[in-house]
């Protein structure tokens, strides 16, 4: 999948590494629910458990450079949804529009090629970018989920209706 110079490599063993070191930085962990430092068997037991049909996990790439992680996971074909989330692991590239570009990309896998309905993103209620740029999405607050991490929603319909809007914006950015 490919959007604007942005693509979306499916995850494979050889990606483990710099995505455990992504992980492992203090500043992408601090937001994240699992916060622990990582190890290498820990990173390989994770890849195992994501390799059926209810998860897509992908490596976000610009000029065949790989700068973070964009991922359905939980997809749940009876209920047509799925969780989404995703990360900028290389600095330099954060606030640069390529999240924009991601997202539209795995939304549209979402609900264009999946056929899904909702989308639900689980966001750490201190990270206020992060809020806001989910609402700036389309996604819309559902649930307190916990003291740390409340739940958004984002339906088809609603992503349909901002699609256009969004991928011109990244006509803007570039």
């Known amino acids: 999948m490919h959007l604007s110079g942005i693509n979306l490599i499916p995850l494979n063993i050889s990606h483990l590494e710099l995505v455990r070191n992504w992980r492992n930085n203090e500043l992408i962990a601090s937001f994240m629910e699992y916060q622990e430092y990582i190890t290498k068997e820990a990173q390989q037991q994770w890849f195992e458990t994501i390799q059926n049909t209810e998860n897509y ?43 924009l570009a991601a997202s539209i990309l795995i939304l549209s896998f979402a609900f264009e090629t999946l056929d899904l309905n909702k989308v639900y993103a689980k966001v750490n209620k201190d990270n206020m970018a992060v809020i806001e740029y989910n609402q700036f999405l389309g996604f819309d607050f559902e649930t307190k989920m916990n003291d740390k991490f409340d739940l958004y929603k984002m339906c088809s319909i609603k992503f349909s209706e901002k699609k256009a809007y969004l991928t011109n914006l990244i006509g803007v950015i570039n």
């Open 57 to 99: 996990y992908f490596i976000i790439e610009t000029n065949k450079t790989s700068i973070g992680l964009i991922h359905l996971n939980k997809v749940d074909e009876i209920n047509k949804s799925a969780h989404s989330g995703l990360f900028i692991g290389e600095e330099k590239y954060q606030g640069t529009g390529i999240a």
